[in-house]
């Protein structure tokens, strides 16, 4: 059954974990298996980890580290960085993770949706899209760690996707990205009313109460987050956390059966 999910990203940047605030000056906040160990023990609902520098430097996925996260994790594992084609997909499902998620490679061709679809399953493709407000209004899609802006329209590439059936979509804010002044919310309201396939929101999260609002008004979405997750009070100081039981149950409105 689907039902929302509390989700925090990590950032892979030279091996180690990071965070970035609009995708500019990534900070280290610790290794990346050390952090799922953590997160293991709080039972979060579902993991992301995207390789920030992988497409930008022309290069696959780390397969080694996706083999270690995968040995590591307890919970169901996203994992996205470099992936342009189905053996990588087929790859990176083999070694353990959950689902695969692909943004500049799918950018240049639309109908690699349904081909991975076939190869490893609809519900494991994502689609990452990273956008930007634009000055007159509208947001516009880029790629490669957020350096080259798509040529395509925002809101046809969503409609497209969703036809196509895509397994999820997971939109970024990137002028969010490490603010933690709250989701975009006028972003959140046109990407689901272009689409009824899973969405995830990621970008902008600065307490749960932000994550509650979001599921309170669209119910069934992912409410992601990366600096919420990894840094705590006002001077960022860098501590790994997630809600627990109790706190999840005020988010999400669900039974306890229903979290874990």
Do not use: W
């Given at each position: 059954?689907?039902?929302?999910?509390?989700?925090?990203c990590?950032?892979v940047?030279?091996?180690?974990?990071?965070?970035?605030?609009?995708f500019?000056?990534?900070?280290?906040?610790?290794?990346?298996?050390?952090?799922?160990k953590i997160?293991n023990?709080?039972?979060?609902?579902?993991?992301?980890?995207?390789?920030?520098?992988?497409?930008?430097?022309?290069?696959?996925?780390?397969?080694?580290?996706?083999?270690?996260?995968?040995?590591?994790?307890?919970?169901?594992?996203?994992?996205?960085?470099?992936?342009?084609?189905i053996?990588?997909?087929?790859?990176?499902i083999?070694?353990?993770?959950?689902?695969?998620?692909?943004s500049?490679?799918?950018?240049?061709?639309?109908?690699?949706?349904?081909?991975?679809?076939?190869?490893?399953?609809?519900q494991s493709?994502?689609?990452?899209?990273d956008?930007k407000?634009?000055?007159?209004?509208?947001?516009?899609?880029?790629?490669?760690?957020?350096?080259?802006k798509?040529?395509?329209?925002?809101?046809?590439?969503?409609?497209q996707l969703?036809?196509?059936?895509?397994?999820?979509?997971?939109?970024?804010s990137?002028?969010?990205d490490?603010?933690?002044?709250g989701y975009?919310?006028?972003l959140?309201?046109?990407?689901?009313?272009?689409?009824?396939?899973?969405?995830?929101v990621?970008?902008g999260?600065?307490?749960?109460?932000?994550?509650?609002?979001l599921?309170?008004?669209?119910?069934?979405i992912?409410?992601?987050?990366?600096?919420l997750?990894?840094?705590?009070?006002?001077?960022?100081?860098?501590?790994i956390?997630?809600?627990?039981?109790?706190?999840?149950?005020?988010?999400?409105?669900m039974?306890?059966?229903?979290?874990i």
């Amino acid at each position: 059954m689907l039902r929302s999910r509390l989700i925090p990203c990590l950032l892979v940047h030279n091996k180690g974990l990071v965070k970035t605030k609009k995708f500019k000056d990534p900070k280290y906040v610790g290794d990346p298996i050390n952090a799922v160990k953590i997160f293991n023990e709080k039972e979060v609902d579902e993991l992301m980890v995207l390789d920030i520098d992988a497409s930008r430097e022309g290069r696959g996925p780390n397969f080694n580290l996706i083999r270690d996260l995968a040995v590591e994790c307890r919970m169901p594992f996203c994992y996205g960085g470099g992936v342009s084609t189905i053996e990588q997909a087929k790859q990176i499902i083999n070694l353990g993770a959950e689902k695969v998620a692909i943004s500049s490679a799918i950018l240049k061709d639309l109908t690699l949706v349904k081909k991975l679809g076939a190869a490893v399953g609809v519900q494991s493709v994502v689609v990452v899209l990273d956008v930007k407000k634009k000055l007159l209004g509208g947001y516009d899609i880029y790629t490669l760690n957020g350096s080259k802006k798509y040529k395509g329209n925002f809101k046809d590439v969503v409609a497209q996707l969703n036809d196509m059936g895509v397994g999820e979509i997971v939109i970024n804010s990137i002028d969010r990205d490490g603010e933690m002044k709250g989701y975009d919310e006028d972003l959140v309201e046109i990407t689901r009313n272009l689409c009824d396939v899973p969405l995830t929101v990621l970008g902008g999260a600065g307490n749960l109460d932000d994550m509650k609002k979001l599921i309170d008004k669209y119910k069934i979405i992912g409410a992601a987050a990366g600096s919420l997750f990894v840094f705590k009070g006002k001077y960022r100081a860098v501590l790994i956390n997630y809600p627990n039981r109790e706190e999840k149950l005020s988010i999400s409105n669900m039974p306890h059966s229903s979290i874990i």
